[in-house]
T-cell receptor, first 113, second 111 residues
Framework: GEDVEQSLFLSVREGDSSVINCTYT??????LYWYKQEPGAGLQLLTY?????DMKQDQRLTVLLNKKDKHLSLRIADTQTGDSAIYFC?????????????FGRGTSLIVHP | NAGVTQTPKFRVLKTGQSMTLLCAQD?????MYWYRQDPGMGLRLIHY???????AKGEVPDGYNVSRLKKQNFLLGLESAAPSQTSVYFC??????????FGPGTRLTVT
């Protein structure tokens, strides 16, 4: 089965909050990331959290980590049409020093007026 | 810094043809990765490298070869292209445990 799971789609109204959820299976994950991919472009890091943290806030973005349940979420406050993109959750363990990240399949966020 | 660059941006191949995709980074990163992205499948790791002269297989290595002769370059080769290799290919690099930096992608179509 997948190591990192995300729902595939999320639709929100402009101005509302968006919450994108992710679950992972490897309890030794040390870094958890959220990447954003706009159409026709590569992935760009939005934010990350270390596994010893519960929460991280960065302007409109809030990351929550529930290590017991292996659940990660990304909340985008006051969602704008420019936030429409695919959001990828990723986790990394230092497997022999090679830091191979595992990505979820991505959540397509659609923001409508 | 140009970051991570990929050439070409687009390519159409006939079945059985070969080609090489070039990835270059100017950040002195040790680790480099090749992924393919297909609809609904997310990113799947093809091959990766932890340093100059070393490469390793990822999740979906069959039909691909790689080389890392110089630290800044990571080449992905298709010896005999197949329609199943139609995809968008992304290269990424990272320094250590930090974030990955992605290139803009190469859109490959095999007919």
């Amino acid at each position: 089965g997948e190591d990192v799971e995300q729902s595939l789609f999320l639709s929100v109204r402009e101005g509302d909050s968006s919450v994108i959820n992710c679950t992972y299976t490897d309890s030794s994950s040390t870094y958890l990331y959220w990447y954003k991919q706009e159409p026709g472009a590569g992935l760009q890091l939005l934010t990350y959290i270390f596994s010893n943290m519960d929460m991280k806030q960065d302007q409109r973005l809030t990351v929550l980590l529930n290590k017991k349940d292996k659940h990660l979420s990304l909340r985008i406050a006051d969602t704008q049409t420019g936030d429409s993109a695919i959001y990828f959750c990723a986790e990394t363990q230092p497997s022999g020093g090679s830091y191979i990240p595992t990505f979820g399949r991505g959540t397509s966020l659609i923001v409508h007026p | 810094n140009a970051g991570v660059t990929q050439t070409p941006k687009f390519r159409v191949l006939k079945t059985g043809q070969s080609m090489t995709l070039l990835c270059a980074q100017d950040m002195n990163h040790e680790y480099m990765y090749w992924y393919r992205q297909d609809p609904g499948m997310g990113l799947r790791l093809i091959h990766y490298s932890v340093g100059e002269g070393t490469t390793a297989k990822g999740e979906v290595p069959d039909g691909y070869n790689v080389s890392r002769l110089k630290k800044q370059n990571f080449l992905l080769g298709l010896e005999s292209a197949a329609p199943s290799q139609t995809s968008v290919y992304f290269c990424a690099s990272r320094l250590g445990s930090g974030e990955q930096y992605f290139g803009p992608g190469t859109r490959l179509t095999v007919t």
